[in-house]
């Protein structure tokens, strides 16, 4: 059973960046789609962005230009970092592990929450 | 951007009842990326059913789903009080890549 373990600081200030790992225990990382999802009550759930065992990236438009995901086979880890974050990027920040061949969210972490605030 | 409109918002019925909840989206989309979500509070979001129709491993058989082009369907055929909790459904294809439903909350009288 694949299990992920998201870790980072839970909080950030304006205009620095978040930075998140997501740890993958049980499962080969190369057989997954690996993506970021937040969530917050103002705007609900949010793809961020996903990456390949290979390396390619799918990024979400509005985030795209401040976001960068990447994976480290060699230490079975994904990697999230956001720059130039505001008060609207506070919120759960989960790593899920989706089916290449169906696109179901197969795998979730717990979730970490992220508060930007000074 | 693909957008899953879902209804009602929120759905209140008693145990042994049937909960009907509807995902619509803006444009005709495949379903076979097409997924329900369930989310209890204080918990990810786990994987019910996928490809429109498909059970996940696991999921009792009182919840399907159904649906195609771009109105989509879960049923829970007959509600027990732990199925309280919010449902997203979610696709996979356009852009943004992956988009999700606003969720119906399912409370258990």
């Known amino acids: 059973q694949v299990q992920l373990q998201e870790s980072g600081p839970g909080l950030v200030k304006p205009s620095e960046t978040l930075s998140l790992t997501c740890s993958v225990s049980?499962?080969?990382?190369?057989?997954?789609?690996w993506s970021w999802i937040r969530q917050s009550p103002a705007r609900g759930l949010e793809w961020i962005g996903y990456v390949y065992y290979s390396g390619t990236n799918n990024y979400n438009p509005t985030l795209m230009s401040r976001v960068s995901i990447s994976v480290d086979t060699s230490k079975n880890q994904i990697s999230l970092k956001m720059n130039s974050v505001t008060a609207a990027d506070t919120a759960v920040y989960y790593c899920?592990?989706?089916?290449?061949?169906?696109?179901?969210?197969?795998?979730w972490g717990q979730g970490t929450l992220v508060t930007v605030s000074s | 951007e693909i957008v899953l409109t879902q209804s009602p918002g929120t759905l209140s019925l008693s145990p042994g009842e049937r909960a009907t909840l509807s995902c619509r989206a803006s444009v005709t989309i495949s379903g076979t990326f097409l997924s329900w979500y369930q989310q209890k509070p204080g918990q990810a979001p786990r994987v019910l059913i996928y490809?429109?129709?498909r059970r996940a491993t696991g999921i009792p058989d009182r919840f399907s789903g159904s649906g195609s082009g771009t109105d989509f369907t879960l049923t829970i055929s007959r509600l027990e009080p732990e199925d309280s909790a919010v449902y997203y459904c979610?696709?996979?294809?356009?852009?943004?890549?992956?988009?999700f439903g606003g969720g119906t909350k399912v409370e258990i009288k």
């Open positions: 979610h696709q996979y294809g356009g852009t943004p890549r992956l988009t």
């Open positions: 899920v592990g989706g089916g290449v061949s169906t696109r179901a969210l197969d795998y």
């Open positions: 049980g499962g080969s990382i190369s057989s997954y789609q």
């Open positions: 490809g429109a129709s």
